[in-house]
Nanobody, 113 residues
Framework: QVQLVESGGGLVQPGGSLRLSCAAS???????MGWYRQAPGKQRELVAT???????NYADSVKGRFTISRDNAKNTVYLQMNSLKPEDTAVYYC????????WGQGTQVTVSS
């Protein structure tokens, strides 16, 4: 069973940037991967996807600010987050686009002045 470990979160001021990483314990080659987030009191939402064919897609709320990428050789998925807003505050997770693997611990992103 593939395990996922997210990292790179932290406290950042509005307008700042963070780069999240998600390391998988097994191959993610030809797996459609995504980044999710869950804010307090809200359901987990899918914010960015990167399919095995190289196509990316983003939720409207992050489009133009977030960029998902992947390194299949390292079994790692990244999320570059720019122009962060307080409403981006959440725990961020990665998984397949259907949430196939056990959820990791996630990484906390807090955007606050």
């Amino acid at each position: 069973q593939v395990q996922l470990v997210e990292s790179g979160g932290g406290l950042v001021q509005p307008g700042g940037s963070l780069r999240l990483s998600c390391a998988a314990s097994g191959s993610i080659f030809r797996i459609d991967m995504g980044w999710y987030r869950q804010a307090p009191g809200k359901q987990r939402e899918l914010v960015a996807t990167y399919n095995s064919g190289g196509r990316t897609n983003y939720a409207d709320s992050v489009k133009g600010r977030f960029t998902i990428s992947r390194d299949n050789a390292k079994n790692t998925v990244y999320l570059q987050m720019n122009s962060l807003k307080p409403e981006d505050t959440a725990v961020y997770y990665c998984n397949t686009i259907v949430g196939k693997y056990p959820w990791g611990q996630g990484t906390q992103v807090t955007v606050s002045s």
